[in-house]
């Protein structure tokens, strides 16, 4: 079982900048491929970026990218995403998801653990 908790979440102006951090449980945090994702109200959870196991490759969604920095501190079982240059289409419920088997990937049906979430809200 891995428990997966984020924090840093919060209500910030346009333009601004929030570090989200996802602790993780275990002792095996350094062998799973990480993942952050959002969900806005009324909408599906969407994909936001990718970190491999030894951090050393990302991948984000167009809407994210050059803006997000997705990265891991695997001594302290902590991956974390850095959010710069926030617009209100920012503002969503963010999760972080850890996946067991396989490389980073993109798609939610492909992690096996969630975390709870933490709302991040861009004001105009």
């Known amino acids: 079982q891995v428990q997966l908790v984020e924090s840093g979440g919060g209500l910030v102006q346009a333009g601004g900048s929030l570090r989200l951090s996802c602790a993780a449980s275990g002792r095996t945090f350094s062998s799973y491929p990480m993942g952050w994702f959002r969900q806005a109200p009324g909408k599906e959870r969407d994909f936001v970026a990718t970190?491999?196991?030894?951090?050393?490759?990302?991948y984000y969604a167009d809407s994210v990218k050059g803006r997000f920095t997705i990265s891991r501190d695997n001594a302290k079982s902590t991956v974390y995403l850095q959010m710069n240059s926030l617009k209100p289409e920012d503002t969503a419920v963010y999760y972080c998801?850890?996946?067991?088997?396989?490389?980073?990937?993109?798609?939610?049906?492909?992690?096996?653990?969630w975390g709870r979430g933490t709302q991040v809200t861009v004001s105009s």
């Open positions: 970190i491999s196991r030894s951090g050393g490759s990302t």
């Open positions: 998801a850890a996946k067991t088997v396989g490389l980073k990937s993109r798609s939610s049906d492909e992690y096996d653990y």
